[in-house]
């Protein structure tokens, strides 16, 4: 089955300044990766997804980057703010089907 | 947006009793729905994948007899947690997939079980 590893388990970042979350998955036939953010007690949400053929995938402060030879995906967060606290997952799937979660990153971002 | 509901929020049983949680897609059709459960400070852990009008498809691990799920509806399916015990306290996700977007997954906002 797929394995999702997720790095780093916490983060803590100045509010300003930007944010990488890594993930890495096993099987090569997985071809949707969307990313969540959950926030203490809530549901998921998702913020952003990349499909396998796209490389790079923006939406304003939010990218996401994907290296399918390395099998492994980018959350990039540029600019931070106070709200973007909150734990970020990401997962990996095959077209839409089981999603299996990366073990998340808490994110702080310190005022 | 896609919304989901689950029902209830929140449940306190005593041991041995039978709990149900109903999840809906309240704006669209899920011809699949998706089982998860989350222990505080961890991942969403995929338990069972629910098709409508068929059985339920389960993870390595999780028991079928322990967790039933029918999914009656392309609006609803259900969780019945049967013979609860404390160790099967946790927080339940379930989240739709929307046939017509085929990837996406909308999550509801979860129910907390503590059993007593």
């Known amino acids: 089955g797929e394995n999702v590893e997720q790095h780093p388990s916490t983060l803590s970042v100045q509010e300003g300044d930007s944010a990488v979350i890594k993930c890495t998955y096993s099987?090569?036939?997985?071809?949707?990766f969307p990313w969540y953010k959950q926030e203490l007690g809530k549901r998921p949400q998702l913020i952003i997804d990349?499909?396998?053929?796209?490389g790079e995938k923006k939406d304003q402060r939010i990218a996401v980057t994907l290296n399918k030879t390395a099998k492994h995906f980018s959350l990039h967060i540029t600019e931070t703010q106070p709200e973007d606290s909150a734990v970020y997952f990401c997962?990996?799937?095959?077209?839409?089907?089981?999603?299996?979660f990366g073990t998340g990153t808490s994110l702080t971002v310190i005022p | 947006g896609a919304v989901v509901s689950q029902h209830p929020s929140r449940v306190i049983c005593k041991s041995g009793t039978s709990v149900k949680i109903e999840c809906r897609s309240l704006d669209f059709q899920a011809t699949t729905m998706f089982w998860y459960r989350q222990f505080p400070k961890q991942s969403l852990m995929l338990m069972a994948t629910s098709n409508e009008g068929s059985k339920a498809t389960y993870e390595q691990g999780v028991e079928k007899d322990k967790f039933l799920i029918n999914h009656a509806s392309l609006t609803l399916s259900t969780l019945t947690v049967t013979s609860a015990h404390p160790e099967d306290s946790s927080f339940y996700i379930c989240?739709?997939?929307?046939?017509?977007?085929?990837?996406?997954?909308?999550f509801g906002p979860g129910t907390r079980l503590l059993v007593l």
């Open positions: 997962a990996a799937s095959y077209t839409g089907n089981q999603f299996y």
């Open positions: 099987d090569s036939a997985s071809n949707y």
């Open positions: 989240s739709a997939r929307d046939w017509s977007s085929q990837e996406t997954q909308y």
């Open positions: 990349i499909r396998s053929n796209v």
